[in-house]
Every structure is written in structure tokens, then in C-alpha cells.
């Protein structure tokens, strides 16, 4: 018979190479101890639906000018391409991308990218973080338009099931104007122009400790939206951190008062718990004020403290910088179990949209109306079809990968990183 200590040697013998298609993060067992979870299968089986290798070649970060907007391209053995819009800190995170972006996935079969990415969050921990998640979140999300391509299937399709065809959006003012009038003129004209039915204006001053860009401005703002648009229009308010849970009651108490219906990451991202007790007292005064966030947690084990604590309404994790679309779909299997709503952080316009309208698609409990930039981003390089709201909506794209094709001119004069 084998002693204890032999019985606890053979068995950390057999669990001492990690375990391809592991599970991501800790669960509670039935005594509520968390524990690493078992192996499990990954949400989409890429190898069931293409039957060869999608060995990657090249991931590559280009400039359509020098300065200008960053792509993501990812070609493999066979010349097949998946191509993004770069991560909105990607200007900040080159050396990240080239240090572990590219060596991760080079020469590797693309339809593993679960494990891959798994991987990389097992050996990079030292360097986990914001930034470097970013990094990698933006290939893997071009690596899942590669895959779409050679498989000749769209994304929401390979996520499955597509639920909706087209998806409401939001004007999201992404400014902190202290002109209040100048603000509210340009989201007349937008919604005008795109027929949304929902706005998101900017309150408080970002990471502020409870101060405001201009004195009373976050108070005239929002009466000033409200009495603009009229009782119909559908408002959210974003304070990037603004306020701590005293300050951030009394502005609730003024959001409802206006009817808003989302106050979006009320306090700073990293303070989890105030964030907690702030949603909780919201919602002992049962206001009809959902409190959103998220945009800025990437750690898993984070996101398992928020959705388990329920300490948001609307859950809005970002596709990339989040890591991509894999470690997204994780966080909203969580919010989902936790009954909390899903409405992803995506500050895009046009066809930079288009990751984000395929996760809506088939999210099972997509809460609201969607971010859209209300400011243009002109998109300077060519590319089909050209997405813009119709009617307070965009149609989800039909092609294959994320639907969206880029012109081969555009390599011709962009600048490789």
C-alpha cells in the first residue's frame, strides 16, 4: 500500500505539465473553495470546423501613415490574412506587441488560439497588466477574422447562436467640453444625422476625486441633454472614476432625478469594492439607475470578485483590452451567471464597429443600446462596406471573419512597426 506522501507525489507527477484547453480561471466547489477548474473544451472548436493547419506567419502591426491609424494583420502559411483596427493604446504598447504579441503566435496553428492565449497568461504573469493584454487582446481578436476567412464563416456565426441581425446604438460623446451648450449642438446634430435614440455624455472629471472639469457643469449638462431630447431620448452618463461612493450617491440622485438610465464607472476602476458599495446603496433606493463598468479589468479573477459580489448592473468588458474575444466570452459567461447585463466598451465608429457588433449578436443578455462614437473617426483606409447607423441601428456585417474587407492598395503606402 502506498504511503500518503507517495500517493501526493504520483498525483502532483501527473498534473505537472499544464493541461491543454484547461479552464481559464478558479471556480468554488461545492464547499466553496476555489479551485482550479478542470480541463474543459474550449467555446468554439476551431479544428472541427476548418480540417487543416492555420499555421500563422506573420503578425504585423502597420500605420496607414506615419501617425496615423494602426492595423493589426495576421497572415498564415498559406497567405490567408485576418486584419483589425489596432487597440486604442496600441501607439503605447509597441515593445509589448513585439516582445510577446508576435513570438506568441508565430509559427503556430491559429485554430489553438484558446490555448494559446491560456498559455501566455500562464508564462507573461509578471507582466500582466492593462497594457500588455492590450497588446495581445488585438492579434487575438484579428486571428479570429483569419480563422472566419479560411473557414468562410462570419464570427457571430463560429460564437453561435446569432440572436439579433442588427444592433441599436448610443452616441458616445468621448469629450469633456466645458462648453455645455457646443456639447449638446453636437449631439443634436449627430442624432440627427444617424437617428439614434440614446446619448452617452461625459460627467465629472476622469480620476477626479470628486471634481468637474468646470464648475457646475455635470449638473447643467445633463438637465440641458434632458430638456433637449425630450423625455424619449435613452441617456447615459460616464464619470471615468470621478467620484468616491458619497460623492457618487448624490450624483445618482441627480442622474435619476433626470431619468438617466446608466451611470458608468462611477468610481476609480481599481477600487472594486467602493464601486460594490456605491451599486449596492443605488439599489436600497431602488432607482431605476443601472450602474455599468469594467472597461478597464482584464484580470479574470477580478472579474469573478465583480460579477460573484454583483458589484455592477451592466457589465462592459472591452473586447481587447480584456485580451480578445475568448477571455471576453469567459467574463460574459460569468455576468450572465451572475444575471448581471452585457454591454461591451468598444469606442469605434464605421467599420471599426465590427467586432463588437458580432459579440452583441449573440450575446444572450445584451442590455441597451451600444457604443458608437459620436465624434467621426475618419477610417482612412479603403475597405467594404462602409457600416454607419441607419434608423439608430447597424446591420451586422455578412462576410466572412468580422465582414469587413481591406483593400491590398493599403499596404502599398501604410508604414510596417
Not at 38 to 45: G, H, M
Not at 78 to 90: E, H, N
Not at 282 to 308: H, M
Request: contains cysteine.
Amino acid at each position: 500500500m502506498l504511503s500518503r506522501r507517495a500517493l501526493i507525489g504520483s498525483a502532483l507527477a501527473s498534473v505537472a505539465a499544464p493541461v491543454m484547453g484547461q479552464g481559464i480561471v478558479a471556480t468554488r466547489d461545492a464547499r466553496g473553495r476555489l479551485r482550479f477548474p478542470p480541463a474543459s473544451p474550449p467555446p468554439v472548436d476551431f479544428r472541427a470546423l476548418i480540417d487543416r493547419p492555420v499555421v500563422i506567419r506573420g503578425v504585423e502591426l502597420w500605420l496607414t501613415q506615419p501617425g496615423q491609424t494602426p492595423l493589426i494583420r495576421v497572415i498564415d502559411q498559406d497567405g490567408a490574412t485576418g486584419v483589425v483596427r489596432g487597440s486604442t493604446k496600441a501607439d503605447g504598447t509597441v515593445e509589448l506587441f513585439k516582445k510577446f504579441a508576435v513570438p506568441r503566435f508565430v509559427g503556430r496553428d491559429a485554430r489553438d488560439v484558446f490555448d494559446l492565449v491560456r498559455r501566455a497568461a500562464r508564462e507573461d504573469y509578471e507582466y500582466a497588466g492593462l497594457p500588455y493584454w492590450s497588446a495581445l487582446g488585438q492579434v487575438e481578436v484579428a486571428i479570429w477574422d483569419l480563422l472566419g476567412q479560411v473557414a468562410g464563416m462570419r464570427c457571430a456565426a463560429m460564437i453561435g447562436p446569432v440572436l439579433r441581425g442588427t444592433i441599436p446604438i448610443y452616441m458616445s460623446s468621448n469629450r469633456r467640453d466645458p462648453d455645455v451648450a457646443g456639447e449638446i449642438a453636437h449631439l443634436q446634430a449627430r442624432v440627427a444625422e444617424t437617428g439614434a435614440r440614446a446619448v452617452k455624455v461625459k460627467i465629472g472629471r476622469r480620476m477626479g476625486y470628486n471634481t468637474d472639469v468646470a464648475a457646475g457643469r455635470t449638473a447643467a449638462l445633463i438637465a440641458g441633454v434632458r430638456r433637449t431630447f425630450g423625455d424619449a431620448m435613452t441617456i447615459y452618463a460616464d464619470a471615468n472614476g470621478a467620484y468616491d461612493s458619497v460623492m457618487g450617491l448624490e450624483i445618482a440622485a441627480m442622474l435619476e432625478d433626470h431619468g438617466v438610465a446608466m451611470l458608468e464607472e462611477p468610481c476609480p476602476f481599481e477600487d472594486f469594492e467602493m464601486t460594490a458599495q456605491l451599486t449596492a446603496r443605488i439599489r436600497r433606493r431602488r432607482y431605476r439607475l443601472k450602474v455599468g463598468g469594467g472597461e478597464n479589468d482584464y484580470a479574470l479573477e477580478r472579474w469573478r470578485w465583480l460579477t460573484g459580489h454583483r458589484a455592477l448592473d451592466v457589465i462592459q468588458p472591452d473586447p481587447m483590452y480584456a485580451g480578445g474575444v475568448a477571455r471576453n466570452l469567459a467574463i460574459m459567461a460569468m455576468g450572465r451567471a451572475a444575471g448581471l447585463a452585457y454591454n461591451p466598451h468598444f469606442p469605434r465608429n464605421g467599420a471599426d464597429t465590427a467586432p463588437m457588433l458580432h459579440l452583441c449578436a449573440t450575446a444572450p443578455k445584451l442590455w441597451g443600446y451600444q457604443e458608437y462614437r459620436s465624434r467621426e473617426d475618419v477610417l482612412d483606409f479603403a475597405h467594404t462596406p462602409m457600416l454607419a447607423p441607419r434608423d439608430g441601428a447597424i446591420s451586422l456585417p455578412t462576410g466572412p471573419g468580422w465582414g469587413i474587407g481591406y483593400d491590398p492598395s493599403i499596404w502599398r503606402t501604410a508604414v510596417r512597426i
